[in-house]
């Protein structure tokens, strides 16, 4: 199959569910530069970034952690109504929500476009890059997006838990009231109990059908996210979701990330079944640089072939170097043209 031939192919079928952890924010960052040259902060250098040290001195001594995420759990176990805790939540929402993607197209801006409506890209970052990225498609994609779920709150988002409804923080719903307000980011690390708060309870539903059995997605892509210890019960989650291995005996599992392969396979060995995994140390070296809106088409094509060129599908990699987020879009228009005809076609058929 051509690689023309492969741009016209639009299955209706599939989908795919991208995970991204901090380690995906940071590849953004180190690509492009934030706006205003603002650093993205890891849990162990998450003091000295966001300068917080002032407040950490008048945290108890035995309460204290270089980890900063060990550190706010001892916290609020000790005093979940400390003024420390409450100037440390206010430190971090302006650190993160004053943050801006550059005008120049981010590995997010390439990861937006290369997926589509049945699709869903999950993310346990604050920062507000990805919505950043979502906002300014849709001058291009309109409502040929993918959807998104904040599955640790977000600086950009807001919920009204009146009008059970999100999105931009800040935003009023109704003239007389439905303020989105911001979402809460910050969790104890030995309890994180994604129930109790109804705004990250219903991210999670989402993320759970996407990856289930029922849903029909046959891929995951797992993007800078390390399964930390602490955050045992997220991980748990996903995996009760997408099943054991053998129960997705098909279906493409997905990782990018820097760690050597070997820590990557058995860190995620739970979600593979045998070979049936790729990883990759960039996005440009993954399925949604390689086939970008066509993930799922070309997982057809290699897995269940309808004729035998499809077995040789020819990829579609998008170019790594455009200037501006307009030659980005016009080399993938050819796709959504494509994806329009189907969908009239489809809908002709049906009359």
């Given at each position: 199959m051509t690689r023309e031939q492969g741009i016209n192919q639009v299955f209706g079928g599939g989908g795919h569910v991208v995970i991204l952890g901090a380690g995906a924010s940071i590849a953004l960052t180190m690509r492009n530069a934030e706006l205003?040259?603002?650093?993205?902060?890891?849990?162990?250098?998450?003091?000295?970034?966001?300068?917080?040290?002032?407040?950490?001195?008048?945290?108890?001594?035995?309460?204290?952690?270089?980890?900063?995420?060990?550190?706010?759990?001892?916290?609020?176990?000790?005093?979940?109504?400390?003024?420390?805790?409450?100037?440390?939540?206010?430190?971090?929402?302006?650190?993160?929500?004053?943050?801006?993607?550059?005008?120049?197209?981010?590995?997010?801006?390439?990861?937006?476009?290369?997926?589509?409506?049945?699709?869903?890209?999950?993310?346990?970052?604050?920062?507000?890059?990805?919505?950043?990225?979502y906002t300014r498609s849709k001058e291009f994609t309109k409502d040929k997006r993918s959807n998104l779920s904040f599955l640790h709150?977000?600086?950009?988002?807001?919920?009204?838990?009146?009008?059970?409804?999100?999105?931009?923080?800040?935003?009023?719903?109704?003239?007389?009231?439905?303020?989105?307000?911001?979402?809460?980011?910050?969790?104890?690390?030995?309890?994180?109990?994604y129930t109790d708060d109804e705004f990250i309870n219903t991210e999670w539903d989402r993320i759970k059908y996407w990856m289930s059995k029922e849903r029909g997605s046959v891929r995951a892509t797992i993007f800078g996210y390390g399964t930390p210890v602490s955050d045992i019960e997220a991980v748990s989650l996903l995996n009760g979701a997408w099943g054991t291995p053998d129960q997705r005996?098909?279906?493409?599992?997905?990782?990018?990330?820097?760690?050597?392969?070997?820590?990557?396979?058995?860190?995620?060995?739970?979600?593979?079944?045998?070979?049936?995994?790729?990883?990759?140390?960039?996005?440009?070296?993954?399925?949604?640089?390689?086939?970008?809106?066509r993930t799922s088409e070309s997982y057809f094509s290699h897995y269940q072939p309808l004729t035998p060129s499809e077995s040789f599908r020819q990829n579609n990699p998008v170019p790594q170097n455009f200037k501006n987020l307009k030659e980005l879009w016009e080399w993938?228009?050819?796709?959504?043209?494509?994806?329009?005809?189907?969908?009239?076609?489809?809908?002709?058929?049906?009359?």
């Amino acid at each position: 199959m051509t690689r023309e031939q492969g741009i016209n192919q639009v299955f209706g079928g599939g989908g795919h569910v991208v995970i991204l952890g901090a380690g995906a924010s940071i590849a953004l960052t180190m690509r492009n530069a934030e706006l205003n040259g603002k650093r993205l902060p890891s849990m162990d250098n998450f003091t000295e970034v966001l300068e917080l040290q002032d407040l950490v001195d008048k945290v108890p001594e035995e309460l204290r952690n270089s980890n900063f995420e060990k550190l706010y759990g001892n916290l609020h176990t000790y005093n979940p109504k400390s003024e420390v805790l409450l100037e440390i939540e206010a430190r971090i929402q302006s650190y993160f929500g004053n943050m801006q993607l550059p005008d120049a197209p981010t590995i997010y801006d390439y990861m937006i476009l290369a997926l589509r409506s049945k699709d869903l890209i999950a993310t346990f970052n604050w920062d507000p890059f990805l919505y950043q990225a979502y906002t300014r498609s849709k001058e291009f994609t309109k409502d040929k997006r993918s959807n998104l779920s904040f599955l640790h709150g977000n600086v950009a988002i807001g919920y009204s838990s009146e009008d059970k409804m999100a999105g931009p923080a800040g935003y009023q719903v109704r003239h007389d009231g439905g303020l989105l307000e911001p979402t809460k980011l910050l969790y104890p690390v030995e309890q994180k109990n994604y129930t109790d708060d109804e705004f990250i309870n219903t991210e999670w539903d989402r993320i759970k059908y996407w990856m289930s059995k029922e849903r029909g997605s046959v891929r995951a892509t797992i993007f800078g996210y390390g399964t930390p210890v602490s955050d045992i019960e997220a991980v748990s989650l996903l995996n009760g979701a997408w099943g054991t291995p053998d129960q997705r005996a098909m279906e493409q599992f997905e990782v990018i990330d820097i760690t050597p392969e070997d820590i990557l396979r058995k860190r995620w060995d739970g979600f593979i079944h045998t070979s049936h995994y790729d990883i990759s140390n960039n996005y440009f070296g993954s399925s949604l640089a390689f086939n970008p809106r066509r993930t799922s088409e070309s997982y057809f094509s290699h897995y269940q072939p309808l004729t035998p060129s499809e077995s040789f599908r020819q990829n579609n990699p998008v170019p790594q170097n455009f200037k501006n987020l307009k030659e980005l879009w016009e080399w993938h228009q050819p796709l959504l043209d494509a994806e329009l005809e189907a969908e009239s076609r489809n809908q002709n058929d049906d009359k």
